[in-house]
């Protein structure tokens, strides 16, 4: 099956005039969402500490350390969990002890450097991956990039498990489409190794390589979710292992805060954070707007893993689970690359007859 290419281009009149009404709605709400997000987030940060909590890196800098230092990881996590009034149930509450164990054979400074090479990994990735595309727009891809990646440049780094899977995430979609689609899946692999939460990713892959008729991505992916359940299982084992009755159990993940919070994510995981909110607000939403915009396999899979992701976290997630959308780093920033191309093929569609019929989109 071919996934149709520019999309937006193939509407009829009243969608396209819907959608960017739609567009312009989202725009405005979401510089006014950020204000009131931080708000509360602000809010939420002070009362923690005032309870005595500490923030997650520290948590992890802790597990690090005693890791590097040669304790068991799995006992050194429980401890600091207890610590840290954290919970042990269920086992996803616990980090994988993938970046514990790499921290003790290369150390923070290993990570930084990583960090380094994947950030810039990304920016020549994209313009390689959009090679096609137009100059500009491929320009402009590793242009932003770079922009939405300088969060690879930060102090706490080594101890972010979404941010690190987050630039892995970026690089494999970037390589899903094209030659090097065996090593995208490898990076992907390890992207979830070190932050179950990026199963999702591997899972719209599966999707997408079902539609577009790709057998062999399909067994390759398979296969690495058959890879990924069996180490998950022993992760669940080995934490059960170190639990202990009247270790504090998750509240679960019935947030409902709704799309402000992903946005909010995406706001504070970027330079975004640095614009005043009626300048972000609009930005943080246009690169999703531009992903739709694209079609083709790489805009469909862009947009089913950026839109499903933001749905889940707005439907699940919790205000202070805000830090997941770190796993959209970069990639999602490219999006906006071609929000100007989505804007002409809308404004071609309002201006479409209606009694003319939309014509498919010329392959590229």
């Given amino acids: 099956m071919t996934l149709p290419e520019r999309p937006f281009a193939r509407l009829p009149r009243w969608a396209a005039l819907a959608l960017l009404l739609a567009l312009l709605f989202a725009c405005v709400w979401n510089a006014f969402a950020l204000e009131a997000r931080n708000a509360a987030h602000e809010a939420d940060i002070e009362q923690r500490l005032e309870r005595g909590q500490r923030v997650d890196m520290d948590l992890y800098r802790a597990v690090n350390a005693r890791v590097a230092a040669g304790e068991d990881y799995y006992r050194a996590v429980a401890d600091e969990h207890r610590d840290f009034g ?5 086992f996803v509450t616990v980090r994988t002890p993938i970046l514990a164990w790499t921290s003790a054979l290369w150390g923070e400074g290993g990570w930084r450097i ?38 690879a440049f930060i102090a706490d780094i080594p101890f972010s498990h979404e941010i690190l899977a987050g630039m892995l995430l970026s690089l494999a979609l970037a390589a899903s489409a094209g030659s090097l689609w065996v090593g995208g899946l490898m990076l992907a692999f390890a992207a979830i190794a070190l932050r179950e939460l990026a199963l999702p990713f591997l899972l719209a ?29 022993l992760h669940a084992s080995a934490v059960a292992d170190v639990r202990a009755p009247g270790d504090l ?9 709704g799309p402000a919070l992903p946005f909010y994510g995406i706001h504070i995981t970027t330079l975004l954070q640095t614009l005043p909110a009626w300048l972000a607000g609009p930005l943080g939403v246009l690169p999703l707007f531009g992903w739709l915009a694209v079609g083709g396999r790489l805009g469909t899979f862009a947009s089913l893993w950026f839109a499903g992701f933001m749905a ?12 997941w959308m770190g796993l959209f780093i970069p990639a999602y920033g490219v999006g906006l690359a071609f929000a100007p191309r989505a ?14 019929r939309p014509r498919p989109a010329l392959p590229r």
């Avoid at 159990?249 to 805060?257: A, D, L």
Wanted: proline residues 5%; glycine residues 10%; aromatic residues 8%.
């Fill in 249 to 257: 159990v998750s509240p679960g993940w019935r947030g409902m805060v």
């Fill in 205 to 233: 892959w599966g999707a997408i390589a079902i539609f577009a008729g790709e057998r062999r991505k399909l067994v390759a992916i398979s296969g690495a979710l058959v890879l990924i359940a069996l180490g998950l299982a």
């Fill in 312 to 323: 889940a976290v707005a439907i699940f997630a919790r205000p202070e689970n805000v830090y």
């Fill in 114 to 151: 990583i960090a380094v090479i994947l950030w810039s990994a990304n920016v020549l990735g994209w313009m390689v991956a959009l090679r096609r595309e137009r100059r500009l727009e491929r320009l402009a891809a590793g242009a932003l990039a770079g922009l939405f990646g300088m969060v």
């Fill in 86 to 90: 954290m919970p042990l149930t269920p």
């Fill in 343 to 356: 804007l002409v093929d809308l404004a071609g569609a309002i201006r479409r007859p209606v009694s003319e």
